[in-house]
C-alpha cells in the first residue's frame, strides 16, 4: 500500500479502462496482446464505425471484414478468430450476456475463461476485473519489471506467483487493484522501463533509487 500511495501521489487517478461499454473491455483486451494502446484505440474506432461492437454483430460478421476492421491492432488475422471464438463461448455459455457471464462466482469464471482459445491470463483478469468489476488482479510486464527491481518477487517469477503476491497482500478490491494496475503501466512507461530511467522516480523504497 505504500508503493500505491507513492504512486497515486505521483501520477493521480488514471481512470482506467478507457471504455464506454464492458463488452467494449472485454474486445480490447483481446486486441491488445502484443501491441500498444494506440493501435487497440484505431481498430475500436473501426468497430464502432462498422457498428461491430456488440456480441451478436461480431458473431454475424464474416471473419474477413472483422479481420480487416481490426488490421490497425496488428496479427489482425489470429485476433479476429479469438474475437470469434470468444464471442462463439459467449454465447454458448450465457445467451451472449455479459451480466449473465459475470453474475455467478468470478473464481469458477476464471478457470472457464481461460480455457477459452486465445484468453491467457493476462487478458482474463483484464476482462473480470476492468468489464466485470471483479477483485482479480492484472499482471502484466510493467508489474514484473517493477516488483522485481523492488525486490519483492523474483525476475523469474510466473504469472500466478506475482499475482499471488498482491492477491493475498491487498484488500479484495477491484477499485483499488483497477487503479494499482493502471499507476504500474504510467510508473512503467515513464521510469521502470526495459532501461530504467531512475532519476525523478517517486519511489524511495525501490533499490536502484538507492544505488549512490
Not at 112 to 130: A, F, H, M, N, Q
Amino acid at each position: 500500500m505504500e508503493i500505491y500511495g507513492l504512486l497515486l501521489a505521483r501520477y493521480g487517478h488514471r481512470h482506467w479502462w478507457p471504455a464506454e461499454t464492458p463488452f467494449e473491455v472485454c474486445v480490447g483486451a483481446i486486441l491488445t496482446q502484443n501491441t500498444n494502446w494506440g493501435n487497440v484505440e484505431k481498430a475500436i474506432a473501426n468497430l464502432k464505425r462498422d457498428r461491430l461492437l456488440t456480441p451478436g454483430a461480431l458473431r454475424d460478421v464474416p471473419l474477413d471484414l472483422l479481420a480487416e476492421a481490426i488490421r490497425p491492432s496488428g496479427f489482425f488475422n489470429v485476433k479476429s478468430v479469438r474475437l470469434k471464438g470468444f464471442v462463439s463461448w459467449l454465447f454458448e455459455r450465457f445467451g451472449g450476456s455479459l451480466e449473465r457471464m459475470f453474475a455467478g462466482e468470478w473464481g469458477e469464471l476464471r478457470e472457464e475463461l481461460l480455457k477459452v482459445p486465445g484468453i491467457g491470463r493476462e487478458t482474463c483478469d483484464s476482462i473480470l476485473l476492468y468489464a466485470g468489476e471483479k477483485p482479480s488482479f492484472v499482471v502484466d510486464a510493467y508489474t514484473r519489471r517493477l516488483f522485481a527491481a523492488l525486490g519483492l518477487v523474483s525476475e523469474k517469477a510466473d504469472y500466478e506467483t506475482v499475482r499471488s503476491l498482491f492477491m493475498a497482500d491487498l484488500p479484495a478490491d477491484p477499485r483499488l487493484y483497477n487503479e494499482y494496475h493502471a499507476l504500474i503501466v504510467q510508473h512503467g512507461k515513464e521510469h521502470c522501463r526495459k532501461r530504467p530511467r531512475c532519476t525523478g522516480c517517486p519511489l524511495h523504497v525501490c533499490p536502484s533509487t538507492m544505488l549512490p
